[in-house]
């Protein structure tokens, strides 16, 4: 199971963080509003593009967030704060740490996948462990 590295600050495993969270946003944005999910997601979009230029991929994505970020503060406002503090936070780390990359070397393309998937294990994680936890004792998830 792959686990996120917070002391991870290499500039595209933070890209790649973050743009799992911009994913994030986007299918939270549908199914808070009880929309499928999109024919066309932002990773369908983005993620070849992201992998090897970051920066293209999440300028796109934070534009297109403020929509999703819209919908989400109308349906979810609780699910909105928290999108916008995760986003927020590793767009401050990636600034720490240099800037969003524009072009990428296997070395940071791989960073950039491992953050990806990281980030979308974590929130994975994190989801199972709410629902977890509203269940009431006895009852069955």
């Not at 002391?7 to 946003?25: C, M, S, W």
């Amino acid at each position: 199971m792959p686990v996120l590295n917070p002391h991870n600050r290499k500039p595209a495993y933070l890209a790649g963080q973050t743009f799992a969270v911009l994913e994030d946003i986007q299918l939270s944005a549908a199914r808070a509003a009880g929309d499928n999910t999109p024919n066309v997601t932002f990773t369908d979009r983005y993620f070849a593009r992201a992998v090897t230029s970051p920066a293209v991929a999440l300028v796109a994505g934070r534009r297109d967030a403020n929509a999703w970020l819209k919908k989400l503060r109308r349906d979810r406002p609780t699910w909105a704060v928290a999108a916008e503090r995760r986003l927020d936070d590793l767009l401050a780390q990636i600034t720490e740490a240099g800037g969003i990359p524009h072009g990428a070397v296997l070395a940071d393309q791989a960073a950039f996948i491992l953050g990806y998937h990281h980030q979308r294990a974590a929130l994975r994680a994190s989801r199972t462990a709410a629902r977890t936890e509203s269940v009431p004792e006895g009852a069955s998830a």
